[in-house]
């Protein structure tokens, strides 16, 4: 929480509280010790409050989003933009529970069960296993964390992007909606050939041999500066494509694009913060707005 030491030094001890200036509308708990059994090691977590959390006319539970990469949340401006969307009631009360990687990631995140052909995502399930049974029961003891997936969602950046989608396609019963910013969607099980460029992408194979997951909604996003390689040299990015083409599988199952799922391409965005901070309002309004009928 280095970000807001320097905005905020005044700092009252309990889970390394930090609570907002009376004109702002947040409090944030910083568990920087927090021990998993499922990774062998101590996760960062931040929880971002909503200012009713702590009211006696409070509801039993608020709709929640879980982060991955929390450790970016500084970089992409989350609680300035948390309160500006609080502020024009644009968003109801939400909880956002932001989990730091570290070192460990190329191997945390990616998809459950199926490494990439570098044996990279050896630890998914871990990681899964951490979220599910250790950090959100544990939490819901504390804070009014929604108990249900369709009140639960799920969103990461670049590679945790691609584990966020694969935790909520795995686990529909744990989330509702999920958000990849820019995912590592070129995720193979195979090493990439110029004869069959599109070939062995895990999250497209994955969804393929599957059946439709009732209820579950996507928010895809990606930059048309994401990156710069065209594998199929077809005169569309990487990035873009294999976003597309993961929507086309998706309609495949039966969802439809508007209802279910949302792609916001973003003309002059790069794989970094700054764009992903610019359309988080985006996603958050679309993840927490009512559901459509």
Do not use: C
């Not at 083409?245 to 002059?268: F, N, P, T």
Request: neutral net charge; without cysteine.
């Amino acid at each position: 929480m280095h970000f807001l030491k320097k905005r905020f030094p005044e700092k009252i001890r309990f889970f390394n509280k930090i609570i907002f200036p009376p004109e702002h509308s947040l409090e944030i708990h910083s568990l920087s010790n927090f021990f998993s059994q499922a990774l062998q090691r101590a996760v960062h977590i931040d929880v971002f409050l909503p200012p009713a959390h702590f009211a006696e006319e409070a509801p039993a539970s608020f709709p929640t989003l879980v982060l991955n990469d929390g450790q970016d949340v500084p970089a992409i401006g989350l609680a300035d933009t948390l309160e500006r969307l609080y502020a024009n009631d644009k968003i109801p009360p939400i909880i956002v529970v932001a989990v730091h990687a570290n070192e460990n990631r190329m191997q945390e995140y990616g998809t459950a069960g199926r490494p990439d052909y570098k044996k990279r995502g050896s630890k998914a399930q871990d990681y899964a296993d951490f979220l599910l049974q250790e950090l959100l029961p544990v939490l819901r003891q504390r804070y009014r964390i929604a108990a249900t997936a369709a009140q639960t969602v799920i969103a990461g950046f670049s590679l945790g992007g691609l584990s966020a989608f694969d935790l909520a396609w795995n686990h529909p019963d744990a989330f509702g909606k999920v958000g990849v910013f820019s995912g590592s969607l070129w995720w193979r099980s195979k090493a990439f050939t110029a004869a069959d460029p599109d070939a062995h992408r895990i999250v497209h194979d994955m969804v393929a041999g599957s059946a439709k997951r009732k209820g579950l909604r996507f928010w895809l996003q990606a930059g048309t500066e994401d990156e710069q390689e065209d594998r199929n040299k077809n005169g569309i990015i990487d990035a873009i494509d294999d976003t597309l083409d993961l929507i086309k599988e998706l309609k495949k199952l039966g969802y439809h694009e508007g209802r279910d799922i949302r792609y916001v391409e973003v003309a002059g965005g790069q794989h970094n913060p700054a764009t992903w901070g610019k359309v988080m309002p985006d996603f958050l309004q679309w993840a927490f707005r009512e559901a459509p009928h």
